[in-house]
């Protein structure tokens, strides 16, 4: 269920590179814009207007991504949004059921658009830049393998994730990182820039800047990784308060036993689908990338409460 936050992380990456690549051009081989060095004492950077442009950056990339994320998750995972008013296929109409009631019960004014995708994974997701403007969307795969009361706790986390405006917190704490991030590559670039031949900075100073913003921008999915692990804990306990702290735990059971089974399944180690779904079995420095905490560990949280 890690869907949200690599689209998100991707999107980001790709918008902050693209800003970053097109202003870089502009500023190294045009006369507008500035190269945010002085020429004074030490490294000779504008430490002040490089921190405000890297504030902008970061910011305007994150917000970007935030807006855009609702419609790169139709696009990617081609979700079919289903119609409450129009006709549904009883499972369909079953799933945006389940949705509306969930959202109601966690005091959204808005309904979520509701959609499902054609998948064997077993899967869901919410996203949108707003609670007004989300999307929780669940594959053929989960419907097809999970019963009725652990297809609800699966739905009842994603609701609470929009009804904690997640992606909006995501969103302040992906501005922050990116900020660091420009900032930081900038710096280093310049530095890296001085240790070549003059004729040759410009081009180096470019190159510098896309390399360092993008290895500094995957160090930086570290930080939000970690944030979004506890977001997991929290929408556990909504999701239990939503539907059922039995329901909650019986979802988790449900995949903690359909991912046991993948790993058991060395036919199918190559599929693409138990890839995603091996959430549970990362360790060492996997683990400071993954955007879910162990299923065991969560399980037993959830017991606790």
């Known amino acids: 269920m890690g869907k949200r936050i690599l689209f998100f992380l991707l999107t980001n990456i790709l918008v902050m590179t693209t800003i970053v690549i097109v202003w870089s051009i502009i500023t190294t081989f045009t ?29 305007i990339g994150s917000f970007m ?68 403007r989300s999307l929780v969307a669940v594959s053929s795969g989960l419907l097809q393998t999970m019963d009725d009361d652990a297809v609800e706790g699966v739905i009842a986390h994603e609701i609470a994730h929009v009804a904690n405006g997640d992606m909006v917190t995501m969103t302040l704490l992906q501005g922050v990182v990116n900020t660091f991030v420009v900032f930081l590559s900038r710096v280093v670039a310049i530095v890296v820039s001085r240790l070549v031949r003059s004729e040759m900075q410009t081009v ?29 804990y929290r929408a556990d306990r909504g999701g239990a308060d939503l539907a059922g702290r039995d329901k909650m735990a019986h979802a988790l059971r449900s995949l903690k036993s359909y ?47």
């Open 65 to 132: 991504s935030l807006a855009m994320s609702r419609w790169v998750a139709k696009k990617m995972m081609r979700v079919n949004v289903l119609d409450p008013d129009g006709w549904l296929a009883p499972h369909e109409r079953a799933v945006v059921e389940k949705v509306h009631r969930l959202s109601r019960a966690a005091g959204l004014a808005h309904m979520p658009e509701v959609g499902i995708y054609h998948s064997p994974e077993v899967n869901a997701f919410a996203t949108g830049p707003t609670k007004k």
């Open 204 to 232: 180096v100073r470019f190159a510098a800047i896309i390399v360092f913003q993008i290895l500094f921008s995957i160090l930086g999915s570290i930080v939000v990784s970690a944030f979004s692990r506890w977001r997991e």
């Open 31 to 59: 006369d507008i814009g500035g190269s945010f060095e002085t020429g004074g004492a030490g490294l000779g950077i504008d430490y002040a207007s490089l921190m405000v442009f890297s504030l902008l950056v970061g910011f």
């Open 259 to 305: 991912v046991d089974r993948a790993h058991l399944d060395n036919d199918r180690t190559d599929d693409a689908a138990i890839q995603t779904m091996k959430i549970n079995g990362k360790s060492g420095m996997a683990t400071l990338f993954s955007s879910h905490p162990d299923l065991d560990d969560r399980i037993a949280r959830l017991e606790q409460r």
